[in-house]
């Protein structure tokens, strides 16, 4: 802008210049033309004076050569003149000097020469005899005039053009100053310039309204990361072009990757087929879902494209882990298969047991013996089913039954008491120990926790063996603590013994449903207790319940 103020006024000054100097030139041309008239014509008064009283000896008289002086007749013929011989010379009576003079009694003209860049001036007096006197002189020109005054000339232009020069930079620079002393930032309400005042105010307007919308954008921005960054789901937003726009930590943490560069493609996120195909069919306008398989977990993937002016200007993808749900899943089904399973060989037992009975194919003294059958494996598949319905209970909450202040070393004698003809057919000696501890639950809970836990040590114990249970009161808590000399537990195993159906080793089962450690653990997990497990195979196994600490 200063360059532009600056040529702008540069230009202006030196067209007034110029004009200036052509208009003056021009006045003072067409003044010195009329003071040169008016000498002419008090030059040829004076001669014509002189002729009237000397007649032609006044002209022959030495007359002066500054300029030239015709006589012309009353017809038009030169009688006499100072530059020319008259004899030579044509009849003037068609000069327009002339013939003005003859007529008015005075005439005057100006004739310009191209060839000399000269302009005479003639001016013509009627005498008393009707003779004409003419007297001439020469003028230059215009531009011979700026011609012979080209030196002077040129050296006050360019002082001129030195002085306009230097007045406009300095009037560019003050006229600019001002404005560029406004704070665009914060501008004022004080101006040097008042054909400023609609730009501050709209740049005044115009900065609020941003700082509102900056505003907004941030607190949006923040409230955004701040859900995305509370997500348990990974969250990516990309483009056309696979470039990651957002992400949030969990997508990072779920897919084990590190934050992607500025512009970078989310594929560098993960090379699996699965996550390729998610973003690829994304990116083609049609919705996916992957599941992505690990070693540590399961993550499903989906992905949405996202409409821009009816075309598909990105994606998003959602990030779950469903490494639980997954195990769930895998769990439900094994435990359908398990319960299949155990529910159809006592049902097969006692189908094939009745059919023989009810063929006839018995004899009457082995009636009692299938029927004993018939009962065992009824037995059996009660157990089974109450202990399902015990899980059941379990995983929807526990029972309704009030919590309350329990005796663990009343509730392991009630036990011990429960299982002594168990103990006594598989001559195995059970012994409690310790002495009194209190935990808060569930007392049929805690009992049936003990009841599993002295069942498994009787059932996977040798003739002859002992199962001792041990009842402390710690700092940590009640503890109640069941160990055997029975067969143990592989360090392999020790890990799934409290999964549903699972048994160490079938050819020891004692036929029970394979569901106590499950209840055990199930029930602890209720009560807020842990179990806790150290077994070696052939020297038996040792299983601790520690309860909380009751509080005040």
């Given at each position: 802008m200063t360059k532009r103020i600056f040529r702008a006024t540069l230009t202006v000054a030196l067209t007034v210049l110029l004009a200036s100097l052509v208009l003056i030139v021009g006045v003072l041309h067409g003044y010195f033309q009329d003071r040169v008239l008016e000498e002419l014509a008090s030059r040829t008064s004076y001669i014509a004076l002189g002729i009237e009283h000397e007649g032609m000896a006044y002209?022959?008289?030495?007359?002066?050569?500054?300029?030239?002086?015709?006589?012309?007749?009353?017809?038009?013929?030169?009688?006499?003149?100072?530059?020319?011989?008259?004899?030579?010379?044509?009849?003037?009576?068609?000069?327009?000097?002339?013939?003005?003079?003859?007529?008015?009694?005075?005439?005057?003209?100006?004739?310009?020469?191209?060839?000399?860049?000269?302009?005479?001036?003639?001016?013509?007096?009627?005498?008393?005899?009707?003779?004409?006197?003419?007297?001439?002189?020469?003028?230059?020109?215009?531009?011979?005039?700026?011609?012979?005054?080209?030196?002077?000339?040129?050296?006050?232009?360019?002082?001129?053009?030195?002085?306009?020069?230097?007045?406009?930079?300095?009037?560019?620079?003050?006229?600019?100053?001002?404005?560029?002393?406004?704070d665009l930032n914060d501008p004022g309400d004080e101006i040097d310039y008042e054909e400023l005042a609609p730009l501050v105010g709209k740049l005044r307007s115009q900065k609020r309204q941003i700082s509102r919308q900056m505003e907004d954008l941030r607190r949006q921005r923040e409230e955004f990361a701040a859900i995305t960054g509370n997500m348990s789901e990974g969250l990516l937003v990309i483009d056309r072009d696979t470039r990651v726009l957002s992400y949030n930590a969990a997508a990072l943490r779920l897919?084990?990757?590190?934050?992607?560069?500025?512009?970078e493609s989310v594929l560098t996120l993960n090379r699996e087929p699965g996550f390729r195909r998610c973003v690829e069919e994304a990116l083609a306008g049609r919705r996916r879902e992957e599941l992505l398989e690990r070693e540590d977990g399961c993550r499903r993937l989906f992905a949405s494209p996202v409409e821009l002016d009816g075309q598909t200007g990105g994606a998003v993808i959602i990030v779950l882990d469903v490494t639980e749900q997954e195990q769930r899943e895998a769990l439900r089904r094994e435990f359908t298969a398990n319960v299949s399973h155990e529910l159809k060989t006592p049902l097969t037992a006692i189908l094939g047991t009745a059919e023989i009975l009810e063929n006839g194919m018995v004899k009457a003294g082995d009636i009692p013996h299938f029927a004993g059958n018939i009962h065992r494996e009824a037995q059996r598949l009660i157990g089974l089913v109450n202990d399902i319905i015990k899980l059941s209970r379990l995983d929807e909450g526990?029972?309704?039954?009030?919590?309350?202040?329990?005796?663990?070393?009343?509730?392991?004698?009630?036990?011990?008491?429960?299982?002594?003809?168990?103990?006594?057919?598989?001559?195995?000696?059970?012994?409690?120990?310790g002495g009194p501890a209190c935990a808060r639950g569930v007392p049929q809970i805690v009992e049936e926790l003990i009841y599993n836990l002295c069942d498994n040590a009787i059932a996977y114990n040798r003739p002859g063996g002992s199962v001792t249970v041990t009842v402390a009161d710690t700092p940590e808590g009640g503890r109640v603590t069941v160990r055997d000399t029975g067969i143990g537990i592989p360090p392999e195993a020790q890990t799934r013994v409290f999964e549903r159906f699972y048994r160490v080793d079938k050819s020891h089962s004692s036929g029970g449903t394979g569901l106590g450690l499950s209840i055990v653990k199930h029930g602890a997990a209720y009560l807020g207790a842990r179990v806790e497990l150290e077994s070696e195979p052939g020297k038996g196994s040792t299983f601790t319940l520690v309860f909380p600490k009751i509080t005040e």
């Open positions: 002209l022959e008289d030495g007359f002066p050569n500054d300029c030239r002086v015709t006589w012309v007749a009353a017809d038009g013929a030169v009688l006499w003149d100072n530059r020319e011989d008259p004899a030579k010379m044509e009849n003037h009576a068609d000069r327009s000097e002339v013939h003005e003079a003859l007529v008015l009694g005075r005439g005057h003209a100006a004739r310009y020469s191209d060839t000399l860049s000269q302009k005479t001036l003639y001016y013509a007096l009627r005498l008393s005899d009707g003779s004409v006197l003419r007297v001439s002189d020469t003028q230059y020109s215009v531009w011979m005039l700026v011609l012979q005054a080209l030196q002077p000339v040129a050296l006050v232009m360019v002082l001129a053009f030195c002085l306009a020069l230097w007045l406009a930079g300095r009037l560019a620079r003050q006229l600019v100053e001002p404005i560029n002393a406004v897919l084990n990757a590190q934050a992607p560069a500025e512009g526990g029972p309704t039954a009030q919590w309350e202040t329990v005796d663990l070393h009343d509730a392991a004698e009630e036990v011990l008491r429960q299982l002594a003809p168990a103990a006594e057919n598989k001559q195995v000696t059970m012994t409690l120990e």
